[in-house]
Structure formats: structure tokens, C-alpha cells
């Protein structure tokens, strides 16, 4: 009975910021990899940037220096900082998680979604 929500969304202006959150929470062994994905309506789920439970991170190429992911283990949860944002960023953002409800025993997860829109 793992849960993930995310947290963070909204209404930003061009050039703004945003942080998301997503904590997992349940009955979980371990976590060994969060990401967050994208969708606009009519396109694909894209990854956007992951990261692993030894800290490595990856990110699509649209927002690399512009957003950064990162880790509180002791929390299950992950971030998305976004920063200079630009109108073609608005989209639902989900958040994932490859983990372990007991041991040798990995699943994916997902969270609901969170709308984030970017506009003037």
C-alpha cells in the first residue's frame, strides 16, 4: 500500500520558479530510483530528470541548468527545482519511484500528477 503524492504545482509567470515535492509513504523497504515525467494532452509521457538512491541524477535536455532534482532519504521524498521557467514547461508533472516493499521484491509507483502552468 505504497502512496506517492506530489506536492508544489501551479500558476507561474515566465521566468519564474517552482519547486515540487513528492513523498512516498507505505510500507517501503527501500527506494532505489525517483523521476518525474511530464505530459502534455496529445503527446507522450517524457522523462524529465531522475535520480538514484547512490545520487546520481539525469535530466532531459530542455531543462538541463535550468532544473535540478534531488534526494532526502531520510523523507522518501523527492524535489524538482524549476527555475527560469518558460511557457512550453506547462504540463502535468508526475512523480515515479522504483522501490521495495520487502526484500528482492521491486515495483514502479506513481503519483496522481500536479498541473504546473506557465503563463502571463
Known amino acids: 500500500q505504497v502512496q506517492l503524492v506530489e506536492s508544489g504545482g501551479g500558476l507561474v509567470q515566465p521566468g519564474g520558479s517552482l519547486r515540487l515535492s513528492c513523498a512516498a509513504s507505505?510500507?517501503?523497504?527501500?527506494?532505489?530510483?525517483m523521476d518525474w515525467y511530464r505530459q502534455v494532452p496529445g503527446a507522450q509521457r517524457e522523462l524529465v530528470a531522475g535520480i538514484t538512491s547512490s545520487g546520481s541524477t539525469n535530466y532531459e535536455d530542455s531543462v538541463k541548468g535550468r532544473f535540478t532534482i534531488a534526494r532526502d532519504n531520510a523523507k522518501n521524498t523527492v524535489y524538482l527545482q524549476m527555475n527560469s521557467l518558460k511557457p512550453e514547461d506547462t504540463a502535468v508533472y508526475y512523480c515515479?519511484?522504483?522501490?521495495?516493499?520487502?526484500?528482492?521484491?521491486?515495483?514502479?509507483?506513481w503519483g496522481p500528477g500536479t498541473q504546473v502552468t506557465v503563463s502571463s
Open positions: 515515479s519511484a522504483r522501490l521495495a516493499i520487502r526484500f528482492g521484491v521491486l515495483s514502479d509507483y
Open positions: 507505505g510500507s517501503i523497504f527501500s527506494i532505489y530510483a
